[in-house]
């Protein structure tokens, strides 16, 4: 069995409406709450002017991993949180910012970002280092559901200058 801890993950970016069913399935392939009392997701209630944001307490190894696995396909970005669970893995946030890999930055159990010494010295100057912090920081857009395809107004912009 897994090790089980608290995570939450917030979720942003455009989306087709015809691409979101593949979000509600994965969301309810890994059945997060909206809140840490357990109230249930539901798939009418989007957020109008933030990201979505999803958590559980009790979520294997700390990851959504349908969730994680479908932003990326989907191209949305993300940022989830976990606790660590002690001798198997450290409390970390885990950012997606888009297309490439993921980057993760250990924080404490209140999601509070941790320099070592050694990355602090890696870093090499204070503007490294609030650079480094306010990238770990990254909160998602909004998660916009549109009509179109995003990648096809994207094309047409192209397109158009």
Known sequence: MANRVSAHIQIGGVLSRSR??????AIADDD???????????????????????????????????IEQCCRSLGL???????GYSGSFPSDREIYFG??????????????LIFSIERIRELGSMDAIEAEYARAH????????????????????????
């Open 99 to 112: 297309p490439g890999e993921q980057e993760s930055f250990l924080t404490t159990e209140e999601d509070t």
């Open 77 to 83: 970005s993300y940022v989830r949180w976990r606790a």
């Open 20 to 25: 979101y069913p593949e979000l509600i399935s």
């Open 32 to 66: 997060p709450a909206i809140d840490w009392d357990g109230t249930p997701f539901d798939p009418a209630d989007l957020p109008a002017t933030g990201p979505l944001c999803l958590m559980d307490h009790e979520v294997a190894e700390g990851r959504f991993d349908e």
């Open 138 to 161: 990254f909160n998602p857009p909004p998660l916009a559901i549109i009509d179109e395809d995003p990648a096809d107004c994207e094309a047409v912009e192209a397109a158009h200058g």
